[in-house]
């Protein structure tokens, strides 16, 4: 009897410790968000968005105000339609200005928001206009290097080549 009292101890103990682990895992793996705060849904528009996912962080200032809740594909307008959940305790002029930034040189990525000036404020179903796209590494490097191909292809003009002589 007492042997089985404390087995059932222990059995709880290790499932408790199992969810503790758990439910780290997936915080931390950013899969897992809790908050009950309210929140309002916000919509921008973006060209590229990179590899930004959903439940990404969405920043001001490096504090998140908001995560990506759904990211779909606008057949019209032919760009990416991102969908925000802001807290609803964070609000921010119509104005504002949305960039898809990085943690580091290949972190994840996520929003930043800069606040503008305008007297009103974004509300529940707004759409904001002012948005640039994540910066694809990838298109960095080969405009890098085309600009460098381009300059070694182009005849330089300011002095002749060493170990020649002109005669005139």
């Not at 007297?119 to 080969?142: R, Y």
Request: aromatic share 8%.
């Amino acid at each position: 009897m007492q042997r089985s009292r404390n087995d059932v101890w222990v059995g709880l103990f290790v499932l408790a410790g199992a969810a503790a682990i758990l439910f780290l895992a997936l915080k931390s793996a950013n899969l897992l968000t809790l908050s009950f705060d309210k929140s309002y849904a916000v919509v921008a528009k973006f060209d590229n968005i990179g590899g930004l996912k959903p439940r990404a962080a969405v920043k001001s200032a490096g504090v998140i105000v908001g995560r990506v809740a759904d990211i779909t594909f606008d057949d019209k307008s032919y760009q990416a339609s991102v969908n925000l959940a802001m807290e609803s305790r964070y609000v921010f002029p119509k104005d504002s200005s949305l960039k898809i930034l990085t943690s580091g040189l290949l972190g994840e990525q996520y929003i930043g928001i800069e606040a503008g000036a305008d007297e009103k404020n974004l509300a529940a179903g707004d759409v904001v206009k002012q948005t640039q796209s994540a910066v694809v590494l990838e298109n960095l490097i080969s405009q890098f290097l085309y600009s460098k191909a381009a300059d070694s292809s182009s005849p330089s003009t300011t002095a002749p080549p060493a170990g020649t002589n002109e005669k005139k």
